[in-house]
């Protein structure tokens, strides 16, 4: 009888002082606003290139985002920019399809750019914020006319379709997101009307006060929040805080 309560005793020193140092720890956890784990240095910059070389089967699109510049323009907007950018990317497949019909070839180096440009959108969006978008969507191309280059998303479940009233494209995967930077496998080349389009007989005047007003939705839709979801943090915490109740009971029980 006497040894074995000894024995306990013994046991229980230690586990009384680690519980002492459990609470200390959860003391420190639980404060409002712990300082995050402080960056490791400045991450290297993003390199598009570097992705769609890792991704293979984009050879044709990392040569126009090269003769374009519009692979260095990337990098350099991702650099200086919060907004982050998306890339749909056109497989060789893809490209060798319309090379065939001979359909890029006739365009002029302006044209050349427009295009590689209409494949890029100056904001991250995520897999999960494709059903939330407004169309038309503003693209890299055109600058402020970006009426000229609509690019309309629609999705149901998972699949994601991409309508540039020329093409219907489907998303096949997302290749890469940083939160910053999203790129994903598009089965199709996004040919923009302007250019791919039937030319409209000149006499039809667009509606443009009202295609204006649902740009500029489109835009202000378009931003991504970034609040973070700190739901996770929240969860441990009260996890850790039940474990020291549960810890704190079986000692109380045994020790009384
Ligand atoms: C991006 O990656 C490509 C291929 O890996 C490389 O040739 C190029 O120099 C890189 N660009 C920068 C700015 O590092
Ligand atoms: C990124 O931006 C920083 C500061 O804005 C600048 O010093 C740096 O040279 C830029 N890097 C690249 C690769 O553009
Ligand atoms: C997407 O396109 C496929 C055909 O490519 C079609 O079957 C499907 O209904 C489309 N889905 C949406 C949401 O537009
Ligand atoms: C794109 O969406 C807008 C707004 O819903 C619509 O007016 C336009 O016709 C659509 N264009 C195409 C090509 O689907
Ligand atoms: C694209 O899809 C729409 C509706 O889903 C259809 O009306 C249109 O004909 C399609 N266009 C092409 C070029 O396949
Ligand atoms: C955080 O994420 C959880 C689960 O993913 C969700 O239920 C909750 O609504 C989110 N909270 C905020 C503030 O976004």
């Keep these: 009888m006497t040894p074995h309560f000894l024995y306990f ?13 459990c609470t200390t720890v959860t003391t420190t956890v639980s404060q409002p606003s712990p300082a995050p784990a402080p960056a490791p240095g400045p991450p290297a910059p993003t390199n598009i290139t570097k992705i769609l070389e890792k991704a293979s ?89 970006f009426y000229n280059f609509p690019l309309n998303i629609t999705t149901s479940g998972n699949q994601v379709n991409l309508t540039t009233g020329v093409v219907n494209a489907t998303v096949a995967n997302a290749i890469y997101s940083d939160g910053s930077l999203a790129v994903y496998q598009v ?27 649902k740009g500029k939705r ?20 009260s996890e850790l805080h039940g474990l020291m109740g549960g810890l704190i009971a079986f000692i109380a029980v045994y020790y009384l």
């Design 9 to 21: 005793h013994f046991l229980m020193l230690p586990l009384l002082l680690l519980l002492l140092l």
């Design 57 to 145: 089967q984009f050879t044709t699109l990392i040569r126009l985002f090269s003769i374009t510049k519009v692979g260095d323009q990337i990098n350099t907007q991702l650099n200086n920019s919060e907004d982050g950018m998306t890339v749909f990317a056109p497989t060789d497949n893809a490209f060798s399809a319309l090379m065939s019909s001979g359909t890029l070839n006739s365009l002029s180096d302006q044209q050349k750019d427009e295009l590689v440009q209409f494949h890029v959108i100056p904001s991250f969006i995520s897999t999960s914020q494709f059903p939330t978008l407004s169309n038309p969507l503003r693209t890299q191309a055109g600058d402020s006319t």
């Design 187 to 213: 089965d199709k080349v996004l040919l923009p009307m302007s250019l791919f389009g039937p030319h409209p007989p000149a006499a039809a005047p667009a509606p443009e006060p009202v295609k204006k007003a």
């Design 218 to 237: 489109a835009a202000d839709d378009g931003e991504a929040d970034g609040t973070g979801n700190s739901s996770g943090a929240v969860g441990l915490r």
